[in-house]
């Protein structure tokens, strides 16, 4: 059972490379962009660059806790982000991460209301880490394997303030706690908890993220995701205290479900595309989000 699941990690890992893109990094709404976190280290002296486009639209945000039409009259609020993803095994326990994206947005008022289109662009906010596994299932194989990752959140350079803005414009830092267990040779599962802390008045958050994949033969694979952030407090868009340059403090919160197909073209070389949408929030757009993405793995895998 060792020997296959160890084979099942270093598949895994690879494919969890573009799952960080796909399902969560580049799935959440603008206040909550972030890294993803794994509890499945590749063997040291390996890693992996990805790189992925990204699309979110919506026509509906959730004004307060209530969804309702975007201003304008339910015009498309639309963000396009390329990112570049980066991992590398240090030692037989430690990793380090790096996230890094472009991204542009366009708002176009409805009928009836003077036409303007809206942009603005930048770079997205950075995402730099370090994950220490605590436990690695494949030496216990009555334990899950088991990760503490902590990051610096490095703000990005566009315009913050607007409801179509790249980002909340907040330096800060991240830290979570990751779970995962191989349950057979082909079926994985994974748990993120973790906890986000940013300035400019932009509110603490708790996050959590559930993984599963599945690998139906050597180059096909399956991901489910659901993804989860709650804010501490902040406000409401367009409640007691809000202006539109205070867009960075209001209390974002959303969840997200999404999937993901996987191939591997070579050892080295694997493919992904991927589709998500937010099911429930609260001041956060309620994004579709589509896009696919490419892995180069390297190393002695």
């Given amino acids: 059972m060792k020997n296959g699941k160890a084979a099942f990690?270093?598949?895994?890992?690879?494919?969890?490379?573009?799952?960080?893109l796909a399902a969560l990094g580049c799935a959440l709404p603008?206040?909550?962009?972030?890294?993803?976190?794994?509890?499945?280290?590749?063997?040291?002296?390996?890693g992996h660059v990805s790189l992925?486009?990204?699309?979110?639209?919506?026509?509906?945000?959730?004004?307060?806790?209530?969804?309702?039409?975007?201003?304008?009259?339910?015009?498309?609020?639309?963000?396009?982000?390329?990112?570049?993803n980066a991992n590398y095994t240090l030692a037989d326990?430690?990793?380090?991460?790096?996230?890094?994206?472009?991204?542009?947005?366009?708002?176009?008022?409805?009928?009836?209301i003077p036409t303007t289109d809206e942009s603005f662009d930048g770079l997205v906010d950075a995402n730099l880490?370090?994950?220490?596994?605590?436990?690695?299932?494949?030496?216990?194989?009555?334990?899950?394997?088991?990760?503490?990752?902590?990051?610096?959140?490095?703000?990005?350079?566009?315009?913050?303030?607007?409801?179509?803005?790249?980002?909340?414009?907040?330096?800060?830092?991240?830290?979570s706690v990751i779970v995962g267990k191989f349950l057979t040779n082909r079926v994985g599962v994974s748990a993120e908890f973790g906890y986000r802390n940013r300035n400019k008045g932009i509110p603490e958050n708790y996050f959590t993220n559930l993984s599963g994949i599945f690998l139906v033969n050597e180059r096909l694979s399956l991901g489910l995701d659901y993804r989860r952030v709650d804010a501490e407090s902040g406000l409401d868009i367009g409640g007691p205290g809000f202006s539109p340059d205070r867009?960075?403090?209001?209390?974002?919160?959303?969840?997200?479900?999404?999937?993901?197909?996987?191939?591997?073209?070579?050892?080295?070389l694997n493919f992904a595309v991927f589709y998500a949408a937010v099911i429930d929030g609260r001041n956060t757009k309620a994004d579709s989000v589509v896009?696919?993405?490419?892995?180069?793995?390297?190393?002695?895998?």
Avoid: C
């Fill in 291 to 301: 896009g696919g993405g490419a892995t180069w793995s390297f190393g002695n895998y």
């Fill in 9 to 20: 990690a270093r598949r895994l890992f690879r494919h969890t490379s573009v799952a960080a």
């Fill in 129 to 175: 880490g370090v994950t220490w596994r605590v436990v690695d299932e494949l030496e216990w194989d009555n334990l899950p394997s088991v990760a503490v990752r902590a990051a610096a959140i490095i703000a990005g350079d566009y315009e913050p303030g607007h409801i179509n803005s790249v980002g909340d414009g907040g330096d800060g830092f991240e830290i």
């Fill in 247 to 268: 867009f960075p403090e209001v209390q974002d919160e959303n969840q997200l479900l999404g999937g993901r197909l996987f191939f591997s073209a070579t050892p080295n």
């Fill in 30 to 46: 603008p206040a909550a962009w972030a890294a993803d976190g794994t509890a499945w280290l590749s063997e040291p002296g390996t």
């Fill in 52 to 84: 992925s486009y990204v699309m979110q639209s919506a026509n509906e945000f959730y004004l307060g806790a209530t969804k309702v039409p975007t201003p304008g009259g339910g015009e498309d609020l639309q963000q396009d982000t390329v990112w570049l």
């Fill in 93 to 112: 326990a430690w990793a380090l991460d790096l996230q890094l994206g472009w991204a542009k947005t366009d708002f176009i008022t409805g009928p009836g």
